[in-house]
């Protein structure tokens, strides 16, 4: 009977080795736990498939105007075009990828992409000086194949979302810093001097700025439960600061607005845990809080311990929520809980799963409490399933998205690895975080040489390569177990690390 119980066992455990999740076999530990589906550390895999993921964006088709498809389209479809246009954060998702993947890869490529996405969407769909909400980006292109960017996806033409001009904002400075290109500081100042005078103090059915509004006229449109409130407004306060530091703008209203948001969402939807709106589709009628929303001001938080005496009580409440609302348990036969998308749509998702995933590691990283710290690793083996070995990846639902496969993905990972460096290639050299901004950095077989926007900064790269002997440009220390290299400088934007 103990033998029969014993091959019963090892037939069921087949079964399940052989199960499908997403375009691979899932792939268990010894005790049933899911792993990633390339090589033998989390390191082979996130490795494998954010190079993957960046391949296939960087090789993406032209559509019939000769324009790349992600910057006209959604969701991908291999043969026929969606006929759908953009995601409101599409570019910006991407910028925000880009810059880590860049410091991390050191490839040419992934940087010019960042210049030829933030060239395309300043030329291509803003608002005019003299409307009420001036010089922000329009987030849809009602004509999909015109090229232009001129309203939004639910409000139609003329519409935009301030939400999204603060996203770009925040990375048209990153991208100011990497290149010295004044037109993106330029930019970004515009976008915050409009915010900046349009701020308003809030309430429980109006955030700071709306959700959906009329750039010429300033109508807020006409349905309130996805118009007049939005909580993501992490990368206004971003955009905001940045320019401040610089002494670029009007630093005395930019104070004052971020003041009135970080109130706003202090009393809010921290309060409340009303975490919605995000998403373009949602439609005006619907109501729907974000996974999104709330884990990106938990991830604001842990990197802004001055938001509150209560910052590391505030944060995990907010991991809590989220996990509690939009944990999916359809994978638990493999110790994964996926991160659904919203409440509108309560999907599990590959972008979502693997932010909460990054969150919670931050968390770990900053609180020394780990509790979550496998699970969250779990999470993100699980978010690679759903890549093939082309460099698609598709939703559970089958819709290949370019926003939550491609910009909202790839920079998970690499938040991960930053706050838990063995998560990252044992037998490669790469970049995992910078205190500064990276303008140039190459891996070369015996040296590592980057510049960087400030003087005074810190640097963490986890190197399999070789061990260093020298850093030209700061001090460092290493850590020969961890394979772990942080290098302090005070005095210099060009560091040299020698082997």
Request: with cysteine; aromatic share 12%; net charge neutral.
């Amino acid at each position: 009977m103990k033998i029969l119980s014993i091959a019963l066992f090892a037939f069921l455990a087949t079964i399940v080795q052989a199960e499908q999740i997403g375009y691979h076999q899932a792939k268990l530990d010894d005790t049933g736990k899911l792993l990633g589906w390339y090589g033998a550390t989390p390191g082979d895999t996130y490795d494998h498939v954010i190079r993957l993921v960046w391949g296939f964006w960087r090789d993406i088709r032209k559509c019939p105007n000769g324009v790349p498809y992600y910057l006209q389209h959604q969701v991908w479809r291999p043969s026929a075009d969606d006929p759908r246009g953009l995601g409101g954060d599409q570019i910006s998702m991407a910028l925000s990828s880009w810059n880590l993947l860049y410091g991390y890869l050191g490839d040419p490529a992934v940087k010019d992409n960042m210049v030829f996405l933030a060239d395309y969407w300043l030329d291509h769909g803003f608002s005019s000086p003299p409307d009420r909400w001036a010089n922000l980006p329009y987030p849809y292109n009602t004509e999909v194949h015109s090229g232009q960017y001129d309203g939004d996806m639910v409000a139609g033409k003329g519409f935009l979302q301030p939400d999204k001009a603060g996203s770009f904002g925040a990375e048209l400075i990153t991208l100011y810093k990497m290149t010295g290109n004044r037109r993106y500081l330029l930019a970004a100042v515009k976008i915050a001097d409009t915010l900046a005078k349009t701020v308003v103090p809030g309430d429980a059915d109006h955030s700071p700025w709306p959700f959906r509004v009329n750039a010429r006229t300033g109508e807020v449109h006409t349905d309130t439960l996805a118009a007049s409130y939005t909580s993501n407004w992490t990368p206004t306060l971003r955009l905001f600061t940045a320019l401040t530091e610089l002494k670029r703008g009007n630093a005395t209203a930019y104070r004052r607005a971020s003041r009135l948001a970080t109130e706003w969402l202090q009393s809010q939807p921290q309060r409340t845990n009303k975490w919605g709106p995000f998403f373009e589709d949602v439609k005006t009628s619907t109501w729907s809080d974000t996974e999104i929303n709330a884990d990106t001001l938990a991830g604001y938080i842990l990197e802004h311990p001055e938001w509150s005496r209560s910052w590391r009580a505030e944060a995990e409440s907010i991991l809590s929520w989220t996990l509690s609302t939009f944990g999916n348990p359809k994978y638990a036969q493999w110790g994964v809980t996926a991160i659904n998308e919203q409440t509108g749509y309560m999907i599990e998702g590959n972008s979502h799963s693997a932010r909460h995933a990054a969150v919670e590691l931050l968390y770990c990283e900053k609180t020394n409490d780990c509790a979550s710290k496998q699970e969250a690793i779990r999470r993100l083996n699980w978010a690679t399933y759903w890549v093939d070995n082309d460099g698609r990846n598709r939703y559970p639902e089958a819709q290949h998205w370019m926003t939550d496969g491609y910009g909202d993905y790839v920079r998970h990972f690499l938040r991960a690895m930053a706050s838990a460096p063995e998560l990252a290639p044992a037998s490669q050299n790469h970049l995992l975080r910078t205190g500064s901004t990276i303008q140039r950095i190459s891996y070369e077989p015996a040296r590592i040489i980057y510049s960087k926007f400030d003087k005074v900064s810190t640097e963490i790269f986890k190197l399999g390569e070789w061990p260093p002997r020298s850093v030209q440009g700061g001090r460092f220390s290493w850590n020969p177990v961890t394979g772990v290299l942080t290098v302090y400088s005070t005095q210099a934007t060009v560091v040299i690390v020698r082997h």
